[in-house]
């Protein structure tokens, strides 16, 4: 593996992180307007509720984003160590979906979710040790 | 903010949480079974559909998204998230007694931190409640 600089290590984690919170924002938003979906499985069926999802754009968008993430991740993998790159941007995600959802999702990000947000943070830094 | 768990609800959780650590350890297993598979040939992958634990670990990665999205239908992501990160600690404790991988006292301790987040999230509320959603409550 050829050396990388500092920065072109952490443009290909911000990269994953952008595109992971922006799939998981996007996911979760379009299925809070999709509505609970126990109920529409109730009125309309498995593939009632197939449709629902899958006929929502930013559900869609959501997907693109999440299909990003993966493949940003694949080309980080290919140039860094996996014990650097998996950590690092599934624990930094952690922290980027926590103020994504307070401003997009309108969220109520509280002290305790601040907390669990960082403590899971930790806990995932810690496991790739 | 409110709370919608039920106890329904926790079962689709914990379903999040093992289908998702479960599914990454079978494909581990399975993509292991395989060996390495090169760049050049990105066509052998394939190959690894014909892997019984691959096949297994795709079946329950769909499983886990299907109840992920039905999780973040009735509650916040920065609930779901959280509360279904105990699949890391799963994923460790199958590596050890299944795979047998060595765990150090550093993922011990990880594994410690995250057990306590989710003790913390488990005992908050699950959803926050917009106003224009209080105000039809109310009429």
């Keep these: 593996m050829h050396p990388v600089s500092q920065l072109a290590t952490w443009s290909m984690i911000l990269a994953i992180v952008l595109a992971a919170t922006a799939g998981d924002v996007l996911t979760a938003g379009a299925m809070r307007r999709i509505g609970d979906l126990d109920e529409i499985r109730a009125r309309s069926g498995f593939l009632g509720a197939v449709k629902a999802v899958t006929g929502n754009t930013m559900f869609l968008t959501g997907v693109l984003f999440m299909a990003i993430s993966f493949f940003s991740l694949l080309f980080a993998l290919s140039r860094l160590d996996v014990s650097l790159v998996a950590p690092a941007s599934a624990s930094l995600t952690f922290v980027s979906n926590a103020l994504a959802a307070k401003f997009f999702l309108r969220e109520n990000v509280d002290r305790r979710r601040w907390l669990v947000a960082i403590l899971v943070c930790c806990g995932v830094a810690l496991l790739a040790r | ?139």
């Design chain 2, 1 to 139: 903010m409110i709370s919608t768990m039920t106890f329904r609800r926790w079962l689709v959780l914990v379903a999040v949480t093992l289908t998702a650590s479960v599914g990454d350890t079978f494909l581990a297993v399975g993509m292991h079974e395989i060996g390495p598979i090169s760049l050049h040939h990105p066509l052998s992958l394939i190959a690894a559909l014909k892997v019984p634990w691959v096949v297994a670990g795709i079946l329950l990665l769909i499983g886990f998204f299907a109840s992920y999205l039905t999780a973040l239908s009735w509650a916040d992501l920065t609930f779901v998230l959280p509360a279904t990160s105990l699949g890391y600690v799963v994923v460790a404790l199958l590596a050890k007694f299944w795979l047998h991988e060595y765990i150090s006292p550093w993922r011990w301790s990880g594994i410690a931190f995250i057990a306590l987040a989710v003790s913390f999230i488990a005992r908050g509320p699950s959803l926050t409640q917009h106003e224009p959603q209080l105000e039809t409550t109310a009429s």
